[in-house]
């Protein structure tokens, strides 16, 4: 009688069978007993969909199915089936190792029995049991566990900590991702207890201090829920809420909350810049405003305003940039249109290069500002055929205490500057005078109630002076006279004297500007040096960049150290005088030249050249234009 083998492949001797070989039977039936308890083998599936069967090998060890550990590996293009023969009962750790995005199916060779597939994200591991039936013909394989997914576990415990190792933990289909302690447990995330019920509306988290956080009612951080839909119709503002405002169609009213709570808070923003042509109303609705029992308006481009109602004392008060009418304290600051504007710190600067006008819309009020400075330059004077330059254009200014420091009272040559205008809301004409023609004095430039003269032409007396008269039988002549019509402080100086009996004197240059403890000297027109050559175009009154005169804008730069104690300064002058021509004496120097501030040249030595644009400058001598004057409107803005 012969051996018999189990379906996994050990041999079964017969009593008297295989004599002297029992030995060498008996160990293979050892090792194969080993491998089938704890063997493990790599087996690679790699291939597109197909079958693949484990094999059994009697009285060996090198059947595919019989191992205990099977790693699947290898790429696969498609699903994959392994079978293993229908008479095999046992178990199976069997770990997913492939590459692909393809299932990989466990069964028996034949029947309709179960099987274990792998999904084709499962990468992990699982322990099935292969229990043949009797006959071989149902033969199913069930799953044991799985190794990593707790899915299939409803009550799941952790051992340990639990460590993401670097990862997050995510919900799937947009689920939420809950943390609910049984019975009085709480909720601890990093050392801080969190409460386990839902406060009131409107409150927010505090904390005691010591780890514990609980509901409360808070005073407001200053934040709002803002409506992105722009307002254009009267609406009633809610709190909490911030609105965008848009009056281009014209002005809204918005009305604040009924018995308010402390610490309520609306917010209001100009969407479109427009709330300086229509203003915006804002209705008190029974408290005050500011302290003040009267409805505001607002009225400047581009404001933004924050309203916290404190109590009932005080009302609503405004903590940002507030500027409401007078009906409740007026605007703090100015605020205008027209021309030009710039920003410069806190100030605004507005440049008119030409005629325009100054609008302004808010008046401002002492405790900001309820006044501007100016810059008013006019145009210098033309020459005609004979050899005196023209005077510059008057040259006013004014130097507000907060906004231009004066010169140390030891300076020589100080010069003072003139007061700031009071403004209204209404519309100022600005009139920016032009240079005069050949022969011609300058125009005239205006703004509010300062006027600055147009400079004289050649041997006229003007804003800022003329040219000498010509000399006769070798008398030198004077100077024209300067600051005319007189204004305090002085507009203009005269000009410049001649000598010699050909000799030809410069325009006079505009008064000097100021800042801080520098100034220049007057703008004298240049005398003629000895020999009777002509004479240089005074200086024009230089000032300081707080009226924004750097470049692009208008106005002759120039850099100096005023004096051994001060720092190099640059200045932007206005107003020079032009520089007289005449006949060169045998052996005299170079002639004038035009002075700083747009002041023209004589052509002798120099290209003979017109007053610069927009500095008010005095023409050369001879026949050349004046240059147009410039006003220039400053005011503290915030």
């Known amino acids: 009688m012969t051996s018999a083998y189990t379906p996994l492949g050990i041999e079964k001797m017969v009593t008297g069978e295989n004599a002297g070989t029992w030995g060498d039977k008996t160990n293979a039936n050892l090792d194969l007993i080993a491998q089938l308890t704890g063997g493990f083998a790599t087996l690679s599936i790699a291939g597109g969909a197909g079958t693949q069967a484990l094999t059994v090998a009697d009285g060996a060890t090198t059947g595919t199915a019989q191992q205990r550990f099977i790693e699947f590996t290898g790429t696969i293009t498609g699903n994959r089936i392994i079978t293993i023969p229908n008479d095999v009962e046992t178990f199976y750790i069997l770990k997913n190792s492939t590459s692909g995005a393809y299932t990989v199916e466990f069964k028996y060779a034949t029947g309709s029995g179960s099987s274990f597939t792998f999904a084709t994200t499962n990468k992990k ?100 829920n803002w409506c992105t839909t722009a307002k254009t119709a009267p609406f009633s503002a809610t709190d909490g809420a911030g609105f965008f405002i848009n009056t281009a169609g014209g002005a809204v009213t918005v009305t604040l909350p009924s018995s308010p709570s402390a610490g309520a808070i609306v917010s209001i923003k100009d969407y479109n810049r427009t709330f300086g042509t229509h203003n915006v109303t804002i209705a008190r609705n029974g408290s005050k405003i500011n302290a003040v029992c009267a409805c505001a308006t607002v009225s400047t481009n581009g404001q933004s305003i924050d309203l916290v109602y404190v109590d009932g004392t005080r009302g609503w008060i405004d903590t940002k940039n507030c500027q409401t009418s007078s009906s409740v304290g007026g605007a703090q600051f100015v605020n205008a249109t027209g021309g030009n504007i710039y920003e410069c710190g806190d100030f605004r600067v507005h440049h008119f290069s030409t005629d325009g006008t100054f609008t302004v819309t808010n008046a401002g009020n002492p405790a900001g500002s309820g006044s501007v400075d100016y810059l008013v330059v006019a145009g210098g004077g033309g020459t005609g055929p004979s050899n005196e330059g023209a005077g510059g254009g008057g040259f006013r200014f004014s130097a507000s205490t907060y906004c231009m420091p004066t010169e140390a009272p030891s300076y020589p040559n100080r010069a003072p500057a003139g007061l700031p205008v009071s403004v209204s809301p209404g519309s100022y004409a600005i009139s920016v005078g032009g240079g005069g023609a050949c022969c011609a004095p300058g125009d005239a430039s205006t703004f509010s109630t300062i006027t600055s003269a147009g400079g ?12 000498a008269p010509p000399s006769g039988g070798g008398a030198p002549g004077g100077g024209y006279a300067g600051n005319t019509p007189p204004v305090s402080p002085e507009q203009g100086q005269p000009g410049g004297g001649s000598s010699g009996s050909n000799g030809r004197g410069g325009g006079g240059g505009g008064a000097p500007g100021s800042c801080g403890p520098v100034s220049y000297r007057p703008g004298i027109g240049g005398t003629s040096p000895s020999g009777g050559r002509p004479g240089s175009g005074g200086d024009g009154g230089g000032l300081c960049a707080s009226f924004k005169l750097t470049a692009p804008f208008l106005g002759e730069a120039e850099t100096r150290t005023p004096s051994p104690t001060a720092s190099p300064a640059t200045y932007y002058h206005f107003s020079g005088g032009g520089a007289g021509a005449g006949p060169q004496p045998a052996g005299g120097g170079p002639t004038g030249t035009g002075g700083i501030g747009g002041g023209g040249n004589a052509p002798v030595n120099v290209t003979g050249t017109a007053g610069t644009a927009n500095t008010g400058g005095g023409a050369g001598a001879p026949s050349f234009a004046g240059g147009s004057g410039y006003v220039v409107i400053r005011y503290k803005f915030k």
């Open 456 to 467: 004289g032409k050649g041997a006229a007396t003007g804003g800022s002076g003329g040219g």
């Open 125 to 224: 591991t699982a322990i099935v049991q292969a229990s043949a039936s009797p006959d071989a013909t149902n033969p199913n394989i069930i799953e044991v566990q799985t190794g990593g997914d707790v899915v299939d576990d409803t009550s799941p415990q952790l051992g340990g900590n639990l460590d993401v190792n670097g990862n997050s933990i995510v919900s799937a289909s947009g689920g939420n991702i809950a943390i609910t302690p049984d019975g009085s447990g709480k909720v601890i995330i990093d050392g801080l207890s969190h409460p386990t019920a839902d406060g009131s509306a409107n409150q927010a988290l505090v904390t005691d201090g010591a780890g514990n956080l609980s509901f409360a009612t808070a005073g407001r951080l200053g934040t709002v």
